[in-house]
């Protein structure tokens, strides 16, 4: 420890930078390592401690003379710029590693529902043209009407604006044992043919994606609810295309009312 910084030079360097540059996470690490103590040290010369943004996870001792050295720690390393984020047992790391994968993903979106009523096709186009605007977002979608609908529209409109890329609006297509490829009277975005059966098709998808709208739809699509809230995503059921979406913000509203992940006002709610 004492004689890293000589021995490895370059790796050492390249820490020291990182620290001081970016925002930098420990988990599973001691905070009785030199290593650790001499990054803080640097932290406090170089007059940075107030403003970098570091974090530790902790698991707070149930002890009492354990729990007063845990203080002073965390009160010590808050002081320097790493935040601390205290957790009871280690076994909540894995909700909170969970939580961390989901935040870090693409911004993907995906389109769950059914229907081919023209009422559900307009909410289709409503909804379209609101994500168009958001050309950070990646649109993913089983190949259902909605979809389909909502990112035909959503490819249109950004056409025009020239802010289309296909990459960005994903069609995933499961194995139909005698069917030929699914009809597309536009040839938008991106068409993933796989041989996988609905699941784990569906679990594979909702797993890459951070959010979920719900237009419409029938037991499929209630499916595809359910898996997006075990999955931790944030659902917007648009009740007003009813069936499967209507059926999931009743449930919500008798619950905890929580709209893409966040508790939402009652005059939000109701809208």
Known sequence: FEGYDEAHPRMWALLQASYLTRTMMFLGFSFSDPNVELLLRLARRQGTADRNSHFAVLRKPSD??????HR????????????????????????????????????????AGSGKSMEQ???CQKVGVELSHHHD???????????????????????????????????????????????????????VFTDKERHPLVDDVIAECRAMIVIGGGTNTAEEVQLGR??????????????????AWSCAAAADKILGGRPAPAALWEQ
């Open 64 to 69: 009492r003379d354990q729990l007063n050295r």
């Open 72 to 111: 002073l720690l965390v009160n010590d390393l808050e002081r320097n710029g790493v935040t601390v984020c205290e957790i009871a047992d280690f076994k909540d790391l894995v909700p909170l590693l969970e939580a961390m994968t989901r935040r870090t993903r693409p911004s993907r979106l995906f389109i």
């Open 121 to 123: 096709y307009e909410w």
């Open 137 to 191: 977002w990646q649109i993913a979608s089983l190949g259902g009407d909605a979809g389909w609908w909502t990112t035909q529209q959503v490819a249109t409109l950004r056409k025009a604006s020239g802010t289309y890329h296909a990459e960005d609006l994903i069609q995933y297509f499961r194995r139909r044992p005698g069917s030929g490829a699914p009809p597309m009277d536009d040839r938008v975005g991106t068409a």
């Open 230 to 247: 075990d999955a931790g995503l944030g659902v917007i059921p648009l009740a007003a295309s009813g069936s499967a979406a209507l059926a």
